[in-house]
């Protein structure tokens, strides 16, 4: 009869012991599952961002390839050309193409210096056409002109470089008011800790 309660009771402890084990084991089998998961969603996520740059790659490269075709065609109708009109008419070519490739820097990368290189590229290319159209002329109004040219251009760089140091200007007023900011919730949550600290004095 005692062999038979003590027979009972260790079956019963060891029905227990299996019971607890599987909700742990299942536990682990889910953890692994998730562990799984994440890796695999990271994995897609780095190769989803390669693609996404390889695309960004190649479209630059097509606009290059576009832009160097643009500039071939209008430097092609500058040969049917003679004099100044041909020379002027490559000055242009070579001022869109130069703009052209600024742009497409800006647009791949964009920054308040590409946007400072795109303005720059604009009044070298229409400073360029202008002193060669000058040529026309003689004398006093040949200088007239290039002295002209020259005040367009210095003022037109000088709004250059004035937008880029706005620009600057306001990105770092922004990053500081940021920190500030932080710096603020920082001294809030100070202040909380040492009232509860007192509250508990």
């Known amino acids: ?18 019971a607890a084990l599987v909700p ?6 889910t953890s ?14 780095h190769s989803a ?17 576009r832009i160097e075709a643009d500039y071939k065609a209008a430097k092609e109708k500058c040969k049917s050309m003679s004099g100044n009109a041909k020379d002027v008419c490559e000055k242009e070519a070579k001022g869109q193409e ?14 308040a210096n590409s946007e400072y290189e795109v303005a720059k590229a604009k009044a070298d ?4 056409v202008a002193k060669e159209k000058c040529e ?17 251009h210095e003022r037109a760089m000088a709004d250059a470089k004035s937008k880029r140091k706005n620009v600057a200007s306001n990105s770092g007023k922004a990053a500081h008011g ?21 509250s508990g004095k």
Do not use: H, I, W
């Open 1 to 18: 009869m005692k062999m038979t309660t003590l027979y009972a009771a260790l079956s019963g402890a060891f029905l227990l012991g299996a």
């Open 24 to 29: 742990a084991q299942m536990t682990g089998a």
């Open 32 to 45: 692994g599952t998730a562990a799984t998961g994440t890796t695999a969603n990271t994995g897609t996520a």
């Open 49 to 65: 961002a390669r693609s996404e740059k390889k695309a960004a790659k190649n479209e630059y490269k097509a606009e290059e390839d």
């Open 98 to 111: 130069k703009v052209a490739k600024a742009e497409a820097k800006a647009k791949d990368k964009p920054s």
């Open 125 to 128: 290319a229409e400073y360029d």
């Open 136 to 152: 026309d002329q003689k004398g006093k109004e040949k200088s007239a002109c290039k002295k002209q040219a020259k005040a367009d």
């Open 178 to 198: 940021t920190t500030g900011s932080m710096g603020s919730m920082g001294t809030g949550a100070s202040g909380t800790s040492s009232t509860q600290g007192t």
